[in-house]
């Protein structure tokens, strides 16, 4: 049993509570994605937890030159120190697929963007990925001997900035067939695969808050992009939860139900893929919404 910190929002002070982790992993049982994450600087002590009186980490955006000069953070923590420093608590596996699913996520809401006709809105999205979370990837992709798919997303960046929708669609494709060996890989890999990834979808939650924390100023929406990126995380977690229902459902059924009451709360944060004039939620409404989800899944195993 373990003591963990919730959120109850932006500077408040975390809750504790006593519960078994979502999904222990056993330090026997690296594997080469544990391996690969650790040769990239991502130690595996034990799940991040924020102290008391300080906010979850944030994820901004920023170009390279920017998060290497400590600029701006990039997502998963980069740029920041204390950012940086609790995505380095996250256990290697977990850190790679919860980064797999920001790359889908990003995916997923520039082409919901593309689907409305707005393909500028939609390039940003297309291009995080390689700017942002592909450097993190390639050796964990290297190690599990899974082949790399950088090519495939800037040739899709290409076509959205072409504005060419035949030409997407097949860059897509080809870029999710690229990702559909890595979600194989990972359940062949993990033994417990439900825990893990309702532990990995808590995560990208976390990342969402991060990005829609940046994109508010003065109680307004100032930063477009990091709204649709935090929407973008939001489904995605959705999705991986979904992927897990019945499981879920089965051995957790007061958990599963918990956890769609919240869900339904927060997504009232992102009315639609474009920001609303005000923030239905604040930033720390949506982390006290998170922090009520966790809690909600805090006993799956």
């Given at each position: 049993?373990k003591t963990r910190?919730l959120?109850?929002?932006?500077?408040a002070?975390?809750?504790?509570?006593t519960m078994?982790?979502?999904a222990?992993q056993?330090?026997?049982s690296?594997t080469?994605?544990?391996?690969?994450?650790q040769?990239?600087?991502?130690?595996?002590?034990?799940?991040m937890?924020?102290?008391?009186?300080?906010?979850?980490?944030a994820?901004s955006?920023g170009?390279?030159?920017?998060a290497?000069?400590g600029a701006?953070?990039?997502?998963?923590?980069e740029?920041?120190?204390?950012?940086a420093?609790a995505?380095?608590?996250?256990e290697p596996?977990?850190?790679?697929?919860?980064?797999?699913q920001l790359?889908?996520?990003h995916?997923l809401?520039?082409?919901?963007l593309i689907?409305?006709?707005r393909w500028?809105?939609a390039?940003p999205?297309?291009?995080?990925?390689?700017?942002e979370?592909?450097?993190?990837?390639a050796?964990?992709?290297?190690d599990?001997k899974l082949k790399?798919?950088?090519?495939?997303?800037k040739?899709?960046?290409?076509?959205?900035?072409?504005k060419?929708?035949?030409?997407?669609?097949?860059?897509?494709t080809?870029?999710e067939?690229?990702?559909?060996?890595v979600?194989?890989?990972?359940?062949?890999?993990?033994?417990?695969?439900?825990p893990?990834a309702v532990?990995?979808?808590?995560?990208?939650f976390?990342?969402?808050y991060?990005?829609?924390?940046?994109s508010i100023?003065?109680?307004?929406?100032a930063?477009?992009?990091?709204?649709?990126d935090s929407r973008?995380?939001?489904?995605?977690?959705e999705r991986?939860?979904?992927?897990?229902?019945g499981e879920l459902?089965?051995?957790?059924?007061?958990?599963a139900q918990k956890?769609r009451?919240e869900l339904?709360?927060?997504?009232?944060?992102?009315?639609?893929v474009?920001?609303?004039?005000?923030?239905?939620?604040?930033?720390s409404q949506?982390?006290?919404?998170?922090s009520k989800?966790e809690?909600?899944?805090?006993?799956?195993?």
């Amino acid at each position: 049993m373990k003591t963990r910190k919730l959120w109850l929002g932006l500077g408040a002070a975390a809750l504790s509570s006593t519960m078994t982790p979502v999904a222990p992993q056993a330090a026997s049982s690296a594997t080469a994605i544990d391996a690969a994450a650790q040769a990239s600087r991502c130690p595996a002590p034990a799940r991040m937890q924020l102290a008391e009186n300080t906010q979850p980490p944030a994820h901004s955006h920023g170009t390279p030159e920017k998060a290497a000069s400590g600029a701006e953070g990039g997502e998963g923590g980069e740029g920041s120190p204390a950012a940086a420093d609790a995505d380095a608590r996250l256990e290697p596996s977990l850190r790679f697929y919860r980064d797999i699913q920001l790359v889908r996520g990003h995916l997923l809401v520039g082409d919901e963007l593309i689907k409305a006709g707005r393909w500028a809105d939609a390039l940003p999205h297309f291009l995080h990925p390689v700017e942002e979370l592909y450097d993190k990837l390639a050796p964990v992709l290297k190690d599990m001997k899974l082949k790399p798919f950088l090519a495939q997303l800037k040739s899709l960046a290409q076509t959205v900035k072409a504005k060419n929708q035949g030409a997407y669609e097949a860059a897509l494709t080809a870029v999710e067939g690229r990702l559909d060996p890595v979600d194989a890989s990972m359940k062949a890999a993990k033994k417990d695969w439900m825990p893990f990834a309702v532990e990995t979808a808590l995560e990208t939650f976390r990342s969402s808050y991060g990005e829609y924390s940046e994109s508010i100023e003065g109680g307004k929406f100032a930063k477009a992009v990091e709204y649709q990126d935090s929407r973008g995380f939001v489904w995605q977690a959705e999705r991986l939860i979904a992927s897990v229902a019945g499981e879920l459902d089965a051995k957790h059924p007061e958990a599963a139900q918990k956890l769609r009451a919240e869900l339904a709360v927060l997504k009232t944060a992102w009315p639609a893929v474009l920001p609303p004039a005000a923030p239905v939620l604040d930033a720390s409404q949506v982390a006290g919404a998170i922090s009520k989800i966790e809690l909600a899944l805090g006993n799956v195993k």
